[in-house]
């Protein structure tokens, strides 16, 4: 009857202690247009390099229509055109699009589609991107941006999508 007292306890700690390294990274991004103004929020998290990231997107002040949404490689967001983010989030150096047959970049999403009155809420998991300190980390090299561009993204032309401007934009840093 001890025996099996010890080796309950035992199991329960060893849950336990496997539930804790399982924890959840987490990291809040707030995305601001060209004059510097909130359009909103996007939480994201992870449970492992191998579940990668889910974002939930709380968007406003927005023009109507479907955007494309990328993580772009710099943690930069100046205005008024966002460039200082650099190119798409692309470890691997692949092609863009996410239906480009050579493959994607890891910071390719699909587009989402903003409300009459401006407003988006939604949620996007990217599996190619992680917040671990891995070559694919939004967190590596300093950090990275996620951009909200003008049109959708035709997920497949090289180098953006033909996705237009970049209207808003949200540095992702530990």
Known sequence: MKTVKTLSLTVAFCLFASL?????????????????????????SSKGASSGVSMKLNLHGLPPGQHALHFHQKPQCDAPDFKSAGPHFNPEGKKHGLENPEGHHAGDMNNFTVTAKGTAKFKVVNKDVTLGDDSHSLFSNGGTALVIHAKADDLKSDPAGNAGDRIACGVITK
């Open 20 to 44: 804790s390294f399982a924890a959840t990274a987490k990291t809040m991004v707030e995305l601001k247009d060209a004059q510097g103004k909130s359009v909103g929020t996007a939480g994201l």
